[in-house]
């Protein structure tokens, strides 16, 4: 089992940054991909941003590309999500998942694990 833990959402206005931050434990394994959801009231949960084990190969959702940011660090067991220019409409609880093995990807079902979300506000 894969233990991931969400952390660094709050209330910021638009305009704002944001980073969060995932921390994994357990079962970890080295070459396994990481990737950041989230859900706002009344939707879906959708994909954000997903990166391979290396951190060299990312994806964006469209709707976040060239404002956020996804990374790693192997060392710590920690994935991050630099959020910049943010948006009311960024407003949901993120979601952090690790897949088994693979590489990134954007499906939801491709993912093992889930952490239980963090809050982020974004006021206009």
């Known amino acids: 089992q894969v233990q991931l833990v969400e952390s660094g959402g709050g209330l910021v206005q638009a305009g704002g940054s944001l980073r969060l931050s995932c921390a994994a434990s357990?079962?970890?394994?080295?070459?396994?991909?990481m990737g950041w959801f989230r859900q706002a009231p009344g939707k879906e949960r959708e994909f954000v941003a997903t990166?391979?084990?290396?951190?060299?190969?990312?994806t964006y959702a469209d709707s976040v590309k060239g404002r956020f940011t996804i990374s790693r660090d192997n060392a710590k067991n920690t994935v991050y999500l630099q959020m910049n220019s943010l948006k009311p409409e960024d407003t949901a609880v993120y979601y952090c998942?690790?897949?088994?093995?693979?590489?990134?990807?954007?499906?939801?079902?491709?993912?093992?694990?889930w952490g239980q979300g963090t809050q982020v506000t974004v006021s206009s």
């Open positions: 990166i391979n084990w290396s951190g060299v190969d990312t």
């Open positions: 357990g079962r970890i394994y080295i070459n396994n991909a």
């Open positions: 998942a690790s897949r088994q093995y693979g590489a990134g990807a954007s499906r939801q079902a491709d993912y093992a694990y």
